[in-house]
């Protein structure tokens, strides 16, 4: 009887200890799994926030290309079958790779481009693409709403005030940090027959000399980009200028230039006229006008781009014909000289100027001529020829679409 009850227990002890083992063996399995699963999980979210990190590099490529000469209607990177391209982070001229990359897609709406005042609003879908440890591909995407203007929209642009001087007749519309009138009389009226757009401040006195036949509207503030002088020099070979030049009275034929580009670093003397092909001339110092400079036709465009300021010079006398899109990083002005009155300064196209006071309160002066008259050129912003040129993009909107997922 005893030798039986300690069989029994021997028994006992023995299904006690399976039963820890089997308890202990659940238990290690539970902490297999919740590592395994916990390393998926950090598998996934690492590849998901490398994806999300592209992305959002492909933001910030869609605004350096709208910024840096894409133009209002750039599609993104896509094929002619509307299909995304890839694009590198790390080498964006390599398409070919298929993770750690992006793909930005214009979103086409059936109305066009959504105007906003004096911006358009337009939409992108940018894709990240990141390749994960488990050997699938993640993905995320952002939605992004990016406002944006072509300067040349407007006769006059500027993050500067500007001043209409007595006898001005601007043919277009105005856009301004701030908009002052100086003193019109009935003799020199002033006539703007476009819209007047301000940011911070109109002066206006009621005068009744003083015509605009558009709108007045105060908008928002937008970031004026600088000019990038490396594009141009970059894209001007056998082109480039060093030091001081002078180009006056050339005949620049835009189809023997390569890419439409001459760079000067230096001061620039410039006259003549534009034939054939639309052309863009960039100085690092001062650009000085100092005869006639007309084009073929309003189709063939010339952009005149100064890392300092645009002149008309003071040995200028009489008249001036200017065809041409000006864009200054300081400013844009007649210079005076009582030697040689100015009468009357006939400007097709447009200026944009980005801010410094140039020898007045305004930054943009031609008063030394006795009668301006400005007339804008509608075709520099409906097909806009002019090589590596600038526009105001800013994100104003930023969304996550959807949750990450994994192809």
Request: hydrophobic share 45%; net charge negative; aromatic share 10%.
């Amino acid at each position: 009887m005893k030798n039986k009850m300690i069989k029994q227990k021997k028994g006992m002890a023995l299904v006690g200890v399976l039963l820890v083992m089997l308890f202990l063996g659940v238990l290690m399995m539970m902490a297999f799994f919740s590592a395994s699963a916990y390393t998926t999980s950090s598998i996934v979210q690492e590849s998901s926030d490398s994806a999300l990190y592209c992305a959002q590099a492909g933001v910030e490529e869609t605004l350096r290309q709208l910024r840096n000469g894409a133009g209002l209607n750039w599609l993104g990177t896509v094929d002619a079958g509307g299909n995304p391209i890839f694009q590198d982070v790390n080498n964006p001229a390599n398409p070919a790779v298929p993770a750690g990359q992006f793909s930005i897609a214009q979103v086409i709406l059936p109305g066009g481009l959504i105007p906003d005042g004096v911006w358009f609003n337009i939409p992108f879908r940018i894709t990240g693409w990141a390749p994960s440890l488990d050997g699938q591909i993640a993905t995320r995407t952002l939605e992004v709403v990016v406002r944006a203007m072509d300067p040349a929209t407007n006769i006059f642009t500027a993050n500067a005030p500007l001043t209409a001087g007595a006898g001005a007749t601007i043919g277009g519309n105005v856009f301004a940090e701030s908009f002052a009138f100086a003193t019109a009389t009935a003799a020199n009226p002033i006539t703007i027959t476009g819209d007047l757009n301000y940011i911070r401040n109109l002066s206006r006195a009621n005068q009744a000399d003083v015509d605009v036949q558009g709108d007045i509207n105060q908008v928002a503030n937008i970031v004026f980009p600088s000019i990038n002088m490396n594009n141009f020099a970059s894209a001007a070979p056998g082109f480039n200028f060093a030091g001081n030049t002078s180009l006056e009275g050339w005949t620049f034929d835009g189809s023997t230039i390569p890419g439409g580009i001459i760079y000067v670093d230096g001061d620039l003397h410039i006259s003549g006229h534009v034939a054939n092909q639309s052309i863009a001339i960039a100085a690092t110092g001062d650009i000085y006008i100092t005869g006639d400079i007309t084009t073929d036709n309003n189709d063939v465009q010339l952009g005149l781009f100064s890392d300092k300021n645009v002149f008309i010079a003071s040995s200028v006398s009489g008249d001036l014909n200017v065809d041409a899109f000006i864009m200054a990083k300081d400013g844009f002005e007649a210079e005076y000289d009582a030697t040689n009155p100015k009468d009357t300064l006939n400007f097709n196209g447009a200026v944009c100027v980005f801010g410094n006071q140039v020898g007045s309160t305004s930054a943009i002066d031609t008063s030394a001529f006795t009668q301006r008259n400005f007339a804008y050129n509608p075709q520099l912003a409906a097909n806009n020829n002019i090589p590596q040129m600038f526009f105001f993009a800013d994100l104003i909107e930023l969304a996550v679409a959807g949750e990450p997922v994994s192809q």
